[in-house]
């Protein structure tokens, strides 16, 4: 059998064996990379230049996170937002590389120079002395998980980008003219007359008959039926709803206090008076100076004067100090004492000791049940996780989400609720979620579709899992169940129309070349001459702020009629008077920078539209739907 299998293996047909399995193997291992050939893994491609998805993604979470805290969770983000979102963040990286390939072409560069004297001017990177630190710039660095090498190419780039779309930008100039049209225009003030019909004015209407009530009724369906129903069950679990459950002993609350002792101690901080100078012998002749002399005023301007510089550093704790050589200094202060030079990388240091603040410590018994209340909170929290999972299990096991309630201790409701989170008979329907979700969960109730399987999906509840059982339509209320609301409806939609009657009449009089004052004269009606008055509301401005828009479109003796919510108005221009600009130069030079501002932006958007327009530009649909769903 051996030598069968050795004469086996020198034939052509086993060398051939073994170098199909020898591929296989190696295939095996670069399967992704194989899987890939062909296929574009690039978002986007500008050019020769791609968009990864990892790139993509990084800007898309950071896009999504302004647009988070700028909400402060006032709107719900879902799929469209997201997608929105992601498309936004891919196009700036797009504009990015238009701007960047157009600097390339053009030969623009950034000497080292211009970018060494870039960095030395921003202030974050400035230390006591307001001259450049290495040490916060090295700090900088660290906290953006940045290498120097990256951080200069980027800022090497932006630099050249403001070279390009600087040069486009210095193009906008606002001219005199404009900016004191555009003043006149802004400060304009106008007088009117003004007539106002409130529909409760209006003359008691005749009751309306069987016939009208019935008719009024159906064509306002939409006010007399009743809202959508769903029958609902909801199930839901979050970290809160576990902590009963949870025991936290003695042993987890002193581990904790021992773990975390720093969180209890605040230590002793010092406000510190400190003067910097370029060498020892202005340093000694300022502390003895500051010895004698309290004033702070006055040693700050005896340190300029011989080339330093003094000011005052907040409340700080040791660590806070930005040198060791200055915190030992400073802690080794009596109250209002002056140290002796102190020498750092930035020059001669003296400080004098201000207001001590003592440290203090919370000891275990004052922070007992805060600590309890932590620890119960983080298991419970990992233990919720692990119940979602079990009940997912059971529901993919074909229980209901009734049974999965009921044998893992979920919240639980059932019942018909209309989109407001109420029943049939008008209660606020129980929800087993916190007042401050109840809002976002019946949205995610309503947005539930009739007959899907319950998943239980994490929001501000914590985790819901939805089933809708049923899905029951608005329908018309009975007539006779709403007698009383179609009466007062009708009664109150007839005394609106009385009033739309007669300003339509008090326009039309206008039209007919009256002015409004004789026209409501002639009605009975009160007219007020307003004005002048300007373009803003509130202050001493009389015309209403929802008329101040209308009353400036009209031009001449124009009128108008505009419905209020309680009333109509109708309103005519009297006059428009021109400000005088003569003592306006300040309020110029002010509209023609920001005029001039709103120009260069405009240019430039237009600039980059139409690079964008030239380059070839290719976005993956298949690979930003993936982004925009988080995958």
Do not use: C
Not at 81 to 106: H, K, S, W, Y
Not at 533 to 562: H, I, K, Y
């Amino acid at each position: 059998m051996i030598t069968w299998m050795r004469r086996l293996a020198g034939t052509w047909f086993a060398k051939a064996l073994f170098i199909v399995l020898i591929l296989s193997f190696a295939a095996w291992g670069i399967e992704d990379t194989l899987r890939n050939i062909g296929r574009d893994t690039a978002v986007a491609r500008v050019g020769s230049d791609s968009i990864e998805v990892d790139e993509a993604q990084e800007a898309a979470r950071r896009e999504l996170q302004r647009i988070q805290r700028q909400l402060q969770g006032r709107i719900e983000i879902n799929a469209t937002i997201r997608r929105a979102v992601a498309g936004q963040a891919i196009e700036a990286l797009v504009l990015e590389r238009v701007v960047r390939q157009e600097a390339d072409r053009m030969g623009i560069v950034s000497p080292d120079e211009a970018v060494r004297g870039y960095i030395f001017q921003i202030p974050a990177f400035q230390g006591l002395d307001n001259r450049f630190s290495r040490v916060m710039f090295d700090a900088f660095l660290r906290n953006n998980d940045l290498t120097e090498g990256r951080f200069l190419a980027l800022l090497r780039a932006d630099l050249s980008r403001q070279q390009l779309t600087g040069a486009v930008r210095a193009g906008a100039a606002a001219p005199e003219t404009l900016a004191e049209r555009l003043l006149s225009w802004n400060l304009q003030q106008r007088s009117a007359t003004l007539v106002e019909l409130p529909f409760s004015d209006a003359p008691e209407p005749e009751a309306p008959t069987q016939a009208q009530l019935e008719r009024f009724h159906e064509n306002n369906a939409a006010r007399f039926s009743t809202p959508e129903y769903r029958e609902v069950a909801v199930a839901t679990l979050n970290a809160a709803r576990i902590m009963g459950e949870i025991e936290v002993s003695e042993r987890d609350i002193e581990d904790a206090y021992a773990a975390g002792r720093a969180r209890f101690e605040t230590p002793e901080k010092r406000e510190i008076f400190q003067a910097v100078m370029p060498d020892e012998e202005a340093a000694k002749a300022l502390a003895e100076r500051w010895r004698d002399e309290p004033d702070f005023a006055a040693i700050e301007a005896a340190a300029q004067a011989a080339g330093g510089l003094a000011s005052t550093l907040p409340a700080s704790s040791r660590a806070e100090l930005p040198l060791p050589e200055l915190a030992d200094a400073a802690f080794s202060l009596e109250a209002g004492a002056v140290s002796a030079p102190v020498r750092s990388a930035f020059g001669w240091h003296v400080l004098k000791l201000g207001r001590v603040e003592p440290g203090q410590t919370r000891v275990l018994d004052e922070v007992r049940d805060e600590l309890r209340q932590e620890i119960a909170a983080e298991r419970a929290a990992d233990m919720a996780f692990e119940r979602v999972s079990q009940v997912e299990d059971a529901l993919a096991g074909g229980s209901t989400l009734a049974e999965a309630a009921q044998r893992f201790s979920l919240g639980f409701f059932e019942g018909k609720i209309d989109a407001a989170g109420r029943n049939p008979e008008g209660a606020e329907a129980e929800l087993p979620v916190a007042a401050a979700a109840r809002t976002a969960a019946l949205r995610a109730i309503f947005a539930a579709e009739r007959g899907a399987a319950p998943r239980m999906q994490e929001g501000e509840w914590g985790f819901m899992a939805v089933e809708v059982r049923d899905i029951q339509p608005p329908a018309l209320r009975p007539l006779d169940t709403v007698r009383e609301q179609v009466t007062a409806a009708y009664l109150a939609n007839a005394r609106r129309r009385f009033q739309e009657e007669r300003a339509a009449a008090l326009l039309a009089a206008t039209r007919g070349g009256k002015s409004l004052a004789e026209a409501a004269t002639e009605a009975g009606v009160t007219a007020e001459e307003l004005g002048p008055f300007g373009r803003e509301a509130g202050g001493a401005n009389p015309m209403p702020r929802d008329l101040l828009a209308p009353v400036f479109e009209l031009r001449g003796q124009d009128a108008t009629m505009v419905e209020r919510p309680q009333s109509f108005a109708v309103v005519q221009l009297l006059s428009v008077s021109a400000p005088d600009l003569s003592g306006a130069a300040e309020a110029l030079t002010t509209l023609r920078s920001e005029t001039a501002q709103a120009m260069a932006e405009d240019l430039e958007a237009q600039y980059q539209a139409a690079l964008r327009a030239r380059a070839n530009v290719r976005i993956n649909p298949r690979l930003l739907d993936q982004i925009a769903g988080g995958e």
